[in-house]
Nanobody, 126 residues
Framework: QLQLVESGGGLVQPGGSLRLSCTASRFTLDVYAVGWFRQAPGKEREGVSCISVIGGMSNYADTVKGRFTISRDNAKNTVYLQMNSLKPEDTAVYYC???????????????????WGQGTQVTVAS
């Protein structure tokens, strides 16, 4: 079974940057659409971004467009989420997810994803 591991979370000041990484053990990520979701305390989980297998298609939540960038490095079996201009409202646990059923697209709904990582905490505070 695909196992996903997130890293790169931490505490950062408003306006700062973090880069989250999602790696997989035992399987290659390049055959999966990959998504990033987040969940803040007391709030519902929301889709942040996703990237397709082929074609380089990506989607972003309106709240992060222009600030976050998702990318793949297949040689490193890693998907990244570069987060710039971070705001306190970006504080959440961020989860990496993988969808084995789509190739040329990716969706921002959690039900589309079969595999989930354990999450990494991102805290944006002064």
């Amino acid at each position: 079974q695909l196992q996903l591991v997130e890293s790169g979370g931490g505490l950062v000041q408003p306006g700062g940057s973090l880069r989250l990484s999602c790696t997989a053990s035992r399987f290659t990520l390049d055959v999966y659409a990959v998504g990033w979701f987040r969940q803040a305390p007391g709030k519902e989980r929301e889709g942040v971004s996703c990237i397709s297998v082929i074609g380089g298609m990506s989607n972003y939540a309106d709240t992060v467009k222009g600030r976050f960038t998702i990318s793949r490095d297949n040689a490193k079996n890693t998907v990244y989420l570069q987060m710039n201009s971070l705001k306190p409202e970006d504080t959440a646990v961020y989860y990496c997810t993988a969808d084995p059923t789509r190739v040329a697209e990716c969706l921002m709904t959690g039900a589309s994803y079969h595999y989930w990582g354990q999450g990494t905490q991102v805290t944006v505070a002064s």
